[in-house]
């Protein structure tokens, strides 16, 4: 029986570790393993990035195109390569209007764009995009479109609830004012 159980074990481990995406990009496509074509599709899109890494030293990319600035990280990376998939990540200062609260009410009428409260107080966003294979240029144009209207629609509710609050305008921190 613990010979049937370590077997399984090392099929589950199996499994995880062939996810990596370890074969080349292929052309026209973008791929978390191939950071450039991340960042030459972002470009394309006149989304203005900037290469840089986090801080574990796995590729990041800055930009500061759209409404909020934003970063997108590299995540399944083996030693700083042959990531597996993107996060795409926006960070707002902590404030009182930046709660938990907040956060549910987006996460509970909205699919692809998750909201949450870091340890520091932060109110993050997020979206994340797995790229094992490749995307196309198309599905990654399409990715980019999501996270804008993603970002447009957030902007939207949070300016709806701030409108409601009888909150003093200079304790709410609003993100994109």
């Known amino acids: ?3 049937l159980i370590g077997g399984v074990w090392l099929l589950l481990f199996a ?3 062939s996810a990596q995406d ?8 973008v791929c978390a393993s191939a950071p450039q074509s991340v960042f030459a599709a972002m470009e394309a899109a006149e989304l203005d990035p900037v290469m840089a890494t986090d801080g574990i030293g796995d590729p990041m990319i800055e930009s500061d195109a759209e409404a909020f600035h934003f970063d997108v990280y590299f995540y399944g990376c083996e030693e700083h390569r ?3 998939s993107l996060r795409f990540e926006v960070a707002f200062s902590p404030g009182d209007f930046n709660t938990i609260e907040l956060a549910n009410d ?9 909201a949450s409260v870091k340890e520091d107080g932060r109110f993050a966003l997020a979206y ?10 198309r599905n990654f144009a399409d990715v980019l479109d999501w996270w804008h209207s993603m970002l447009e629609e957030f902007q939207e509710f949070v300016q709806q609830r701030v409108s409601v ?3 003093e305008p200079e304790t709410v921190a609003v993100p994109g004012k």
């Open 106 to 114: 987006w996460n509970a009428s909205k699919r692809f764009l998750q």
């Open 22 to 29: 370890r074969d080349p990009c292929a052309a026209d496509m």
């Open 128 to 137: 994340d995009v797995g790229t094992i294979g490749g995307l196309n240029q």
């Open 82 to 84: 042959n990531c597996d």
């Open 1 to 3: 029986m613990s010979l």
């Open 165 to 167: 609050s009888q909150t």
């Open 15 to 17: 499994g995880t570790a």
